[in-house]
């Protein structure tokens, strides 16, 4: 159960780091700081979110 909980806090945070991705994209000028602020939050916010998406999909629910 801890696993699904964990892989959906993952999942929440790494939608947040896309969703930040997205706005720092249409709001950037195309500055240098701002390519490597896009790169970083995409990249993170992906990881987190299909490693998210895979505890929640490969762990198996026992019952109680």
Do not use: C
């Not at 500055?31 to 992906?46: D, E, F, M, R």
């Amino acid at each position: 159960m801890e696993k699904r909980v964990l892989g959906i806090i993952f999942s929440l945070l790494g939608a947040v780091g896309l969703v930040l991705a997205g706005i720092s994209f249409m709001n950037g000028r195309g500055s240098t700081q701002n390519v490597k602020s896009v790169i970083i939050y995409a990249i993170l916010g992906a990881i987190f979110f299909f490693a998210g998406m895979g505890l929640i999909k490969n762990t198996k629910d026992r019952p109680s």
